[in-house]
């Protein structure tokens, strides 16, 4: 009876390594291939022979220009996921590049499979996420200056606007190599086919005339 407690723990041990999002690699390289007949099978994924790989391959030059922020919104996204990085593959983590317009905002979304950590490199950000239910969906926000780092838990809703009279730079780190993006506005009234009008207007309290209209924007997706 006294294992018990140690059995327990190495069971939740193992429980929380199975479930994991991004697991451990298996082997030293697997960078992504998509023609399973120049690949190999390692780790559930199909990887390039790691005898072909080359250093181009664990090499991304997507964050030399500026992103085209002349949109809606005044921000663009530029990511290093592994559909753009394939080196990546395994190696459970990502980037992105945010560029923002004076006023420019990254609507709030979310990340299901990654925490975001951000850094600031020019300009001034306003930036925040917001907790679960359980937590009583509280804003946590701070407003962030050059040099600056935040952190977006995994999964919460969160956004970062500018706020400066000048364009701004950041650049976020991800727990993930597909962390995933969900923005909000645009799952909600963007939805093809759309959701019911009975559901959004119940949900948010509103009139059908104001759900319509949402519905009937273009909602700009900056990633």
Excluded at 9 to 31: E, K, R
């Amino acid at each position: 009876m006294k294992s018990f407690p140690v059995s327990l723990l190495i069971l939740a041990l193992a429980t929380a390594t199975a479930f994991a999002y991004d697991p451990s690699p298996l082997q030293d390289i697997c960078v992504a291939i998509n023609d399973p007949k120049s690949a190999v099978f390692v780790n559930g994924e199909f990887c390039k022979d790691p005898k072909q790989a080359t250093a181009d391959d664990f090499t991304f030059m997507g964050f030399r220009n500026p992103g085209n922020t002349a949109n809606p919104l005044g921000s663009k996204v530029t990511p290093a996921t592994v559909n753009e990085f394939p080196g990546l593959n395994t190696l459970g983590i990502s980037m992105a590049r945010l560029d923002f317009a004076p006023g420019g905002l990254n609507p709030p979304h979310t990340h299901p499979r990654g925490t975001e950590v951000l850094v600031v490199i020019e300009g001034t950000l306003l930036v925040g996420f917001v907790t679960s239910n359980q937590l009583n969906n509280t804003l946590f926000t701070k407003v962030l200056y050059k040099g600056d780092v935040f952190v977006f838990p995994i999964g919460l809703i969160h956004f970062q606007l500018n706020t400066g009279k000048t364009p701004a730079l950041a650049f976020a780190g991800l727990s993930s190599q597909n962390p995933g993006v969900i923005t909000i506005a645009n799952s909600v009234f963007g939805a093809r086919p759309p959701i019911s009008a009975d559901v959004l207007t119940k949900a948010f309290q509103v009139d059908k005339k104001i759900v319509d209209y949402l519905q009937a924007q273009f909602w700009y997706d900056n990633n």
